[in-house]
């Protein structure tokens, strides 16, 4: 007998499958920058341009930052996070994918940029860069950004490497195609359960300040994952926000550096 495995649960069974042979780490061997490096390294005129900016914006030199990053997505619950997201006047960066993510719910990335979000790429299809060729790896980063280029006419240059494992090759085609690699500091786990006391409690664990939180925009219809993160949301964002934090996009983390190709931040 055939079994029959849908695009979303086949996606969320590889996703849960990665991230529990990860740990929290989602990191197999890389030189990272941290945010504070590439601020302390901003060129005289990224220094100048952030200067004369408009005025609100956040310098994370001074403020207690962390960026909130969603991974997979736009899915289904996509709306109710924007919701979220709005109510709190928080502005998160989504590491989308092409097929059947940005080219199912193109609707749902034009919102998101329309609300002001950062969206960038996890590839096309969240192949596993460090286990295919080098010609696939510039298939799956090319085809992933082209697709959020299409919809919402802006070329991303931030890629999420998928299960968080990238090389030497993997930065060096990325580097090429104009791309910087970001991981994550924080990670909720919320592919381990659906309990959104528990995702909340280890983001505010493990975050500090110049932190990168990874939460995912995924449906898994087997209800063994993803499926208590909508709910964490707003218990995650407050408690921060008592705590001092100011939520900032990846690029808005950076400034005013700016993200440089072949660079892998975290």
Known sequence: MRST???????????????????????NGYDATAPASARQNATAAGRASFASGPDGTVDCRKAKCVALTFDAGPSVRTPQILSILSKYHVH??????????????????RQ?????????????????????????VRKEITEGRDA???VTGVRPTLLRPPQG??????????????????????????Y??????LITSRILKQ???????????????????????VAAIPGIISALQQRGYTF????????????????VYK
């Open 5 to 27: 495995i849908t695009p979303a649960r086949g996606l969320a069974a590889l996703l849960t499958t990665a991230a529990l042979g990860l740990g929290l780490g989602g990191c």
């Open 92 to 109: 998160a960066t989504f590491f989308t994918l092409g097929k059947n993510h940005v080219m199912v719910h193109p609707e749902m990335v």
């Open 112 to 136: 998101m940029a329309a609300d002001g979000h950062e969206i960038e790429t996890l590839t096309w299809s969240h192949q596993i860069l460090t286990k295919i060729s080098k010609a696939e």
């Open 148 to 150: 959020v280029e299409k």
């Open 165 to 190: 494992r990238t090389s030497s090759a993997v930065t060096a085609i990325a580097k090429d195609l104009g791309m910087a690699e970001v991981e994550w500091s924080a990670n909720g786990a919320d």
């Open 192 to 197: 381990r359960t659906t309990d959104p006391a």
């Open 207 to 229: 975050t500090k300040p110049d932190g990168i939180i990874l939460l995912h925009d995924l449906v898994d219809p087997t209800n063994e994952g993803y499926n208590g993160t």
């Open 248 to 263: 900032v996009t990846v690029r808005q983390l950076l400034a005013p550096g700016a993200p440089q190709a072949g660079k």
